[in-house]
């Protein structure tokens, strides 16, 4: 079913919010007993708000969501630098079940999708779920009672089911260069951006040049005195060519939905046929790499500055990166694009391996999350006392990216090999949601008390996936947070997305270990079988 929102008769703006449904709840009193539910989950992005969403439609109340901030958004919420906005279109990049006719751009701002996203939660009543300023701390699963014992910044909970939605991209990841501690100028990550630090006639260097810094560079380049741009990899830029979305446009899609549902299914299958060069290295990435060629040529008129821009490695390899702007900001007088190493920060200063010396006020790093080494697994203790991290000591990885052995009822939103180099990750987490509601569903029907999948389906799952990987763009030499330590590219699918679709259309039961509830069965439900490979 179409929802109309923003701009529509039922829209409600974000300041519409009822303030008291988004302020921090009070802190639970220390002597509190463990609280159960049936559903936790974690994070209030598109992933966990997706998942709140669809428990509710499919008839499920029993569910909390912790959110370690006072707001929702996730992503949506802490990426507010200058120019932050999404790169997948819009009409894509956002629920199938909640299109939005009024999106103003093809490639709307920050601010429109954390509306977008409030709105939601507002309008499928999901606020009152929602627990704020509560960080998940542990997740211990007790093999006895069956079930999760969760310890937030709040309180106590245990879940029969814990579904994580934390974010592939949550945890910033600040550069360790030598002397970096000792600076004393303002400092900042892109996704935790100082709003009060007024940049306008400051000397600032950007680290760090992936989707973010394409994003910020062209927006503080005119108010600040002088840009140092250090860059040691160049990326591979495209032309992205936003533009706002006419009025008579939004009014037909608000009229007749369907109307923006094939406009969606267009961009859909536009941005799959990548997954033709960047999988199956097929020549259509050569077109891809002219383009980029001439798009540099056109917009950077300086051959010197140009070589310095020139990627060194195959497209696609790191994220494709889209600008109408970037080029043209790099080659304005106050820039200076840098691209030896950096030694060392200094006080007020930045030195460079040639030696020489740049004064700074600010120093802005653009460099990424930590993604396959983020905190959160270490806190998520499966059976025998097991944490995630342990388990994937030799590389995160779970079958369909979704559930892990050993942690029962776990499920994972964006979880190993789910990430995309060319396609919304919107579309990855709508199959996940399907996957895990269609578990639900089936645990109740035969009343299952837990589902853990078989230590051999997750490890021929991986397999194939590894070996899928090699043939692909992103194992072809270049170095990228797609890769861990070891090499092994552990957040990438390695296909087109409609595959991953039908492969968890439905909960593969058989693929797991079921434990039934020790309670009889609501009359008139079947009984399970008992505990047994099928
Ligand atoms: C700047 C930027 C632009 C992007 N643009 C695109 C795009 O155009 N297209 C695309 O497909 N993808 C894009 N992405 C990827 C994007 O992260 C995903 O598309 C999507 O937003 C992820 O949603 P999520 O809910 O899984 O995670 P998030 O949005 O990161 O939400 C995770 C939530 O979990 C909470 N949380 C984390 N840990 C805990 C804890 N221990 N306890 C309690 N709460 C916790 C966080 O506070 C957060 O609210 C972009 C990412 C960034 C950073």
Known sequence: MTQAFAGSDDSVASNDLPQQAILPRESSNEEEEARHVRIVILGTGFSGLGIAVRLKQSGYEDFVVLERAADIGGTWRDNSYPGCACDIPSHLYSF???????????????????????????????LPHIRWNSELREAVWNEEEQCWHITTAQELLTADMLILGNGPLSEPSLPSITGIERFEGELFHSAQWKHDVDLTGKRVAVVGTGASAVQFVPQIQPR???????????????????????????????????????????IYWRQELTA??????KPILKEAVKLAQRYLERQVPDPLLRAKLTPTYALGCK??????????????????????????????SIIIEDGSEREIDVIICGTGFHVTDAPLP?????????????????????????????????????????????????????????????????MDRQNLQAVDVWPEVQEAFNAEVQRRMQGTVWMSGCSSWYLDANGRNTTIWPGFTFEFRRRTQRFDQQHYNVQCRKTLPPLGEPAAVGREKQ
Not at 276 to 281: A, C, M, P, Q
């Open 378 to 442: 270490q806190h998520i203790h499966g059976r025998n006392g097991v944490s995630l991290a342990e388990r994937w000591q030799g590389g995160q990885n779970a079958y369909l990216g979704t559930t892990v052995t050993g942690f029962p009822n776990l499920f994972l939103l964006i979880g190993p090999n789910t990430g995309l180099g060319h396609n919304s990750m919107v579309y990855m987490i709508e199959s996940q949601l399907a996957y895990i509601l269609d578990c639900l569903r089936k």
């Open 224 to 266: 600040v005195g002088h840009l140092a741009l250090f860059l040691r990899t160049p990326p591979w830029v495209l032309p992205r060519g936003d533009h706002p979305i006419p009025k008579w446009q939004r009014s037909l899609f608000h009229v007749l939905p369907f109307t923006q549902y094939i406009e969606r299914s267009r």
């Open 319 to 348: 994220r494709i990166l889209l600008s109408d702007d970037f080029y043209p900001a790099l080659s304005q007088p106050n820039v200076e694009v840098v691209s030896e190493r950096i030694r060392e920060v200094r006080a007020k």
């Open 276 to 281: 033709l060069g960047l999988v199956y290295r």
């Open 96 to 126: 199938s079940f909640a299109l939005n006719p009024q999106w103003s751009r093809m490639y709307s701002s920050q601010a429109e999708i954390w509306d977008y996203l409030r709105h939601i939660a507002v309008r499928y009543d999901i």
